[in-house]
Every structure is written in C-alpha cells, then in structure tokens.
C-alpha cells in the first residue's frame, strides 16, 4: 500500500515539473516571437521628414503618448514643448509600472541610439532594443498594418526631434502578466503595401492606427473582446468626470451627420455640445480633411452592435479625506 502511494506520488510529481518545464519552455524559451532587427534605413528628405510629422503628430497618437499630458484639460493636449519626452503610463488598474519611453534623440535616454530597424520592429512588431516584449499599450499589433513608407517617414521625422535628457523610470510589469505579455509580439514577413485609396478601405486601416479600435472595444482579462469591436462603454477616469467611450458602431452613433462627427474629431465637440475628455482630438484635430472623411466613410460599413453606453459622471471624491 505504502509503496503504491509513494509511486503514484512520484508520478504526480514527475508530471509537475514535466508540466511546469513545459510552460517555462512555452513562454520563456519559445516567445516572444522575434527577428532580427531588419537593416533598412529611413529616407531623409523634406517630403519624407513633413509626412512623418503628420503621421507621428496626427495620425499613429506617438505624441500623444510619447508626451506629457494634461488629462484635467479635454481632449488631453500633449506639451509642445516637451514632445516625445515619455509619459510614465497614469491610471490604476495596469499590473506593474508602465512607460511610454522617450523617443526624442537624445542618444542616452532617447532614441539616437537606436538604429532604423530597431524602431522599425519596435513599432511595428512589439520587440524593444533588448528583445523584451513591449506591453500592448503600446499599439503595436494596429501599428502592423502601416505601410513601410509610412513607418519609414515616422523614423525620418523623429530623428529630426531635438534631445530632451529626461530619464524616466523603466517599465516594470508585474507577474503573470509579464509571461502572458510574451506571447503579443509577432514578427512582420516581408513588406507591408501602401493602403488601397477608396476612402472606406482606407478609413479601416485609419480606424487601427488612429487608436479609436482601442479605445472604444471592451477588455476582457487584458484582451480586446473581438464581438464588440467598436461597440465602446469603456470607462475613464479623468479628474473631474468619468466618461466612456461611444458606441462606433451604427446602432452607436449611426443618427451623427458627417458634420457632427467632424466635429467630434476636429473641434472635441460631442454630440451634447461639451467638449470630451479623455479622447485626443487635439491630435486628430491637425488631420487632413480627407483622412477624416475616411474614417467617417469606414464607422459608416461597421457592423452594427447593440450596446448603451453609461453617460458621463462626475468624479466623486469621498468626504472622509
Ligand atoms: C496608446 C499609446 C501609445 C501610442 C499611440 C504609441 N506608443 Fe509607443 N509605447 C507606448 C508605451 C506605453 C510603451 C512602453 C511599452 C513597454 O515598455 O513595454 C511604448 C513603447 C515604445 C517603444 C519602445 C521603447 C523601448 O524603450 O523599448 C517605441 C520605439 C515606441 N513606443 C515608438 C512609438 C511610435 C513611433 C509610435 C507612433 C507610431 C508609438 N510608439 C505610439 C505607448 C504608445
Ligand atoms: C484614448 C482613447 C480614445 C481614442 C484613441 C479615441 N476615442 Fe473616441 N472617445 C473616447 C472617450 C473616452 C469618449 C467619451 C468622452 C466624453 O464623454 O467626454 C469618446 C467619444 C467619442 C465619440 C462620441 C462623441 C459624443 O457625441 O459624445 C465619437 C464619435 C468618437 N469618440 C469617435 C472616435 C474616433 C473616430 C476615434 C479615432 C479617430 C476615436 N474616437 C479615438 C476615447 C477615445
């Protein structure tokens, strides 16, 4: 009897470790998925340098991220002055410390190390300089679909930004979250076209890049919940009022006349005629009238899905302190 027990004890745990090994290989030997670096090198012309400005400024939210923001201010301006300094990551809620580094060239906290392709990879494909998976906040897995010209000016552009010797403190991601972030990069194979030109077909890719997916897609367990894709009730907190993200779909804001929407992205204005928190349109305020009309033509073809958003409160601040 002893000896069956302490057999089967044995197998329970031989099976143990073989499973534990098994998970540490799947995660830690197998993951995150990477490349090399690739060698490219970023053109250096006025055209390309003026696009990835745009693109860097109005489009893919790097500033808005990149920089010190003022969220008490709606639409959260980003500070000119010190633009693409970093901005260590606000908000409770996130498993560790997060920092959207300093992308200014300064070549000790910035990134005038770096070469091409690192940033490249970085953007694009979730790899740090160090191989280390970047959490996806940092918008990565959208970012994949930007044309290589595109990603290319974003580099020509912010070579061109001046150094700022901030030193910010480094991202640190707390357990199990920091395994499970492992498996978000994945590498990019072979070249990434320019976009189609029809406006709607357009306006999808813009709908990625311009970070509205993720904002207005409900989480579940750190992950967007691929059913309600654009389907909003997010919440977030800003000093004053709590606000949550619109329904984009056409059961959502399907009644908005393409004015109104302009107007939601170009002057912050919501439909109630306040100005909105949380959301950057004083960085898509500075988009062309043509990318804009494309992302209104592409919230035009979403799926329609049903789901009433909470309106906005304000914040309450408990009286006992
Ligand atoms: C929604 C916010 C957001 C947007 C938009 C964004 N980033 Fe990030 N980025 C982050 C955060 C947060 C990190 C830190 C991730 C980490 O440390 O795991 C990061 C990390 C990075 C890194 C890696 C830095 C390092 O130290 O390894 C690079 C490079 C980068 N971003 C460049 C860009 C560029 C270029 C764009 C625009 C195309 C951009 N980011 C857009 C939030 C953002
Ligand atoms: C950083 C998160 C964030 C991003 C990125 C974002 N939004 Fe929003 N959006 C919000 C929040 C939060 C609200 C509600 C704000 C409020 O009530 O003050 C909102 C509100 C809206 C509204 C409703 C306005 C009204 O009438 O009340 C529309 C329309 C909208 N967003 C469209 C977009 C589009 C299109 C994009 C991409 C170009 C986008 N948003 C990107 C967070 C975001």
């Known amino acids: 009897m002893k000896r069956i027990a302490k057999r089967l004890l044995m197998a329970v745990g031989v099976l143990l470790v073989t499973g534990v090994g098994a998970l540490l290989v799947f995660f830690y030997g197998l993951h995150p998925k990477l490349r090399d670096a690739p060698t490219v090198k970023a053109p250096s012309t006025p055209e390309a340098i003026a696009r990835g400005k745009y693109l860097a400024e109005h489009v893919a939210g790097c500033a808005s991220c990149h920089s010190p923001v003022d969220e008490a201010v709606p639409g959260a301006p980003y500070d000119v002055a010190r633009m693409f300094a970093g901005r260590v990551w606000p908000g409770a809620g996130l498993p560790g410390q997060l920092t959207a580094s300093n992308l200014t060239s300064d070549p000790e906290h910035g990134i005038g190390a770096w070469t091409d392709g690192e940033l490249l990879r970085a953007m694009r494909e979730g790899v740090g300089r160090d191989g280390r998976a970047l959490f996806p906040i940092m918008p990565y897995q959208h970012l994949r679909t930007l044309p290589d010209d595109d990603a290319l000016a974003i580099i020509a552009y912010l070579r061109t930004v001046p150094p700022i010797a901030q030193r910010l403190p480094p991202t640190s991601i707390s357990f199990p979250v920091s395994m499970f972030v492992r498996l978000a990069p994945a590498p990019i194979e072979g070249p990434v076209p320019a976009w189609g030109s029809a406006p709607a077909e357009r306006g999808k890719h813009l709908l990625n890049v311009m970070g509205c997916v993720g904002c207005h897609t409900p989480m579940k367990a750190g992950r967007p919940v691929e059913s309600m894709a654009f389907a909003g009730g997010m919440e977030f907190q800003t000093p004053y009022l709590k606000v949550y993200a619109a329904n984009l779909t056409p059961a959502g804001i399907g009644t908005y006349s393409d004015a109104e929407l302009m107007a939601v992205m170009r002057e912050g204005k919501g439909r109630d005629g306040r100005l909105l928190f949380a959301m ?42």
């Open 280 to 321: 950057p349109w004083t960085a898509y305020a500075g988009a062309t009238d043509d990318d804009l009309r494309a992302v209104i033509a592409a919230l035009r073809e979403l799926t329609p899905i049903e789901n009433v958003v909470p309106t906005s409160k304000p914040v309450t601040v408990s009286s006992s302190r």
